[in-house]
Each structure stands twice: as structure tokens, then as C-alpha cells.
């Protein structure tokens, strides 16, 4: 299981290839939106924003989310880990219920070419 230090470290590299897009991703990523990010087994959540192509982790508490974010993420740890390292594929994931993915329907169609 992965820890919430391992978590944290895969939202900081997702925030680092984001950054380094181009194309659709740059443009999917370039919101400025809430963001939470709930690590099921851990019963963690990492809250922030989605701007200017980058996520920010701006907290970090035990339990689900405190508030509703614009764009909300729920999954394991371990799927976390492997989606950021290029091991699960988010579509998939998401399609089979490991990954939940919750936005605004616009977001979602700009989020879209991230799958």
C-alpha cells in the first residue's frame, strides 16, 4: 500500500509532467480550478488548485473532502502511484471504477484529452 508520503510525491510529479505538456494536455490543463484529490485506503485528502498548467497542494487532512472542489478525484494509493508512473491507464481505470473522476461537464469535455 502506498503511503501518503508516496501519494504525495506522484501529485508532484503529476504537477511537473503537466507543467511540461503541449498541445491538448497543455490546453486541458490550463483551468483554474479547485481540486481534491481523496486517497481512498489511506482515508487522506489532498486539496489544492489546477492553474496555470500546474496542481498546487495547498492541505492535506485526514478524512474525505472538506469542501466540493471544481474537480474531484477519488482512488487508492497504489493507482495514484501507477497512474502517474505510466502503469494503469486513466480511461480504463476510470471505466472500471478504480478511478472516479467528478467536474463540471465543460471541465470534463477540456479534461477529456487527458484521457
Not at 489544492?48 to 469542501?67: E, K, M, S
Amino acid at each position: 500500500m502506498a503511503t501518503t508520503q508516496e501519494c504525495r510525491s506522484a501529485l508532484d510529479t503529476l504537477s511537473g509532467n503537466l507543467a511540461k505538456a503541449n498541445g491538448d494536455v497543455r490546453a486541458a490543463t490550463a483551468l483554474n480550478r479547485s481540486l481534491s484529490c481523496h486517497v481512498t485506503d489511506l482515508d487522506t485528502t489532498f486539496a489544492g488548485r489546477l492553474h496555470h498548467g500546474r496542481i498546487d497542494v495547498t492541505d492535506t487532512h485526514d478524512g474525505p473532502p472538506r469542501d466540493k472542489a471544481e474537480i474531484r478525484l477519488a482512488m487508492t494509493g497504489d493507482d495514484l502511484v501507477a497512474l502517474v508512473a505510466g502503469e494503469l491507464n486513466f480511461a480504463k481505470a476510470w471505466a472500471g471504477g478504480r478511478v472516479r473522476l467528478e467536474a463540471g461537464f465543460r471541465d470534463l469535455l477540456k479534461l477529456r484529452s487527458l484521457l
